[in-house]
């Protein structure tokens, strides 16, 4: 899967830049915070870490990119979408890189859950125009948007505006079903619970 091109030289207007894991790699100290979004038992290979200080502040969930909970296959769970809100939150102020390996469904869904908390209720399709405008591959995780519509109390709002914009958008409905076929075809690749 080929990655967005450049990341832009400063974060736009929300401060906040999705990204896949080459990318983060290269350009994970332009930022004050990072959110770190890896599949569980992640080999070091496929790892980004700080090594040396100072460093930006750095959260680390471990959850695998699967938009079905009925599977029982370890999806990200409500605590870690909140973890990553508050973490967002406290760093708000600053510049915010969020990345996962290929930067089109973990983090994605977790930035989508930030923006549309920083734009408050209401703002969820506007959250998700934001998201696409910094990353137009993007195809956010449905179990992140899910428990995120449930923390910020959308009442179906986040939800509703992710599958407005897939039902009109071309091939998307495709690409969840190729990802989904992925885990029932080959579960070796994926974490269990």
Known sequence: MAEHPMLPLSPPPMGIVVAGLSQARRHKRRFDAVITLED???RSANQLR???Q????HLILAFEDVDDDTLGVRVATREQVAEALTFAQEHAAGSLLVHCFHGVGRSAGIALAIMADRLGAGSEA????HLLAIRPIA????????????ILERRGGLISAVSAWE??????????EARL????SSPQLYSWL
Request: net charge positive; glycine share 4%; hydrophobic share 40%.
């Open 167 to 176: 039902a009109s958008a071309p091939g998307l409905k495709e690409k969840r």
């Open 139 to 150: 195809t956010p995780n449905l179990v992140v948007v899910k428990h995120a519509d449930d």
């Open 126 to 129: 506007e959250a998700l125009e």
């Open 54 to 57: 100072p460093a930006p502040a």
């Open 50 to 52: 700080f090594n040396r």
């Open 40 to 42: 569980p038992g992640c």
């Open 181 to 184: 076929h992925l885990v029932k």
